[in-house]
């Protein structure tokens, strides 16, 4: 099983849309029982805090279910627990890195780094915009999942 965790600053904008988004993309596929996806926050700031508005009307617009999720915080622990750590953008790589120390594994990565555009993924929170983000979004979780399927090979 492949375990993903999907990071940004508070986890209610970008990395749960990034979670719902890559589920929706391996269901499709018939490899849901190959993947155990999540999302957390690298701040406290949103803790318990349920999926922005814009976020659920995104998802809900292109017909993503999500389910109740509320934000959780990125735990050292969790270096062990998935395989892969993927953030949105360069400051939440930097504070991934403050949360789990080093990454001895090669586990930690942005997300559109596995794009042929690798970039940060701007934060909607601040610029409202959740088309941009969710095009972006779900870019790079179409690259990633033809990564991990060549990996699985």
């Known amino acids: 099983m492949i375990k993903v965790l999907f990071v940004c600053l508070g986890n209610i904008c970008r990395s749960p849309m990034a979670e719902f988004v890559m589920k929706d993309l391996v269901k499709k596929q018939g490899l849901e029982t190959e993947f155990q996806i999540e999302s957390a926050a690298t701040s406290s700031e949103e803790i318990g805090n349920g999926i922005h508005y814009g976020t659920m009307a995104k998802l809900k617009e292109k017909q993503i279910l999500y389910g109740d999720k509320k ?28 949360i789990i120390g080093e990454d001895n594994e090669n586990k930690v990565y942005r997300l559109l780094d596995f794009s042929k555009n690798p970039r940060d993924i701007v934060d909607p929170w601040y610029t409202g915009n959740f088309d941009v983000t969710f095009d972006d979004v779900l870019e790079g979780c179409q690259a990633f999942l033809e990564f991990v399927k060549k990996e699985m090979k």
């Open 71 to 98: 934000a959780q915080k990125l735990v050292k622990e969790d270096y062990e627990k998935f395989d892969y750590i993927l953030g949105m953008e360069t400051s939440n790589i930097r504070n991934i890195y403050r």
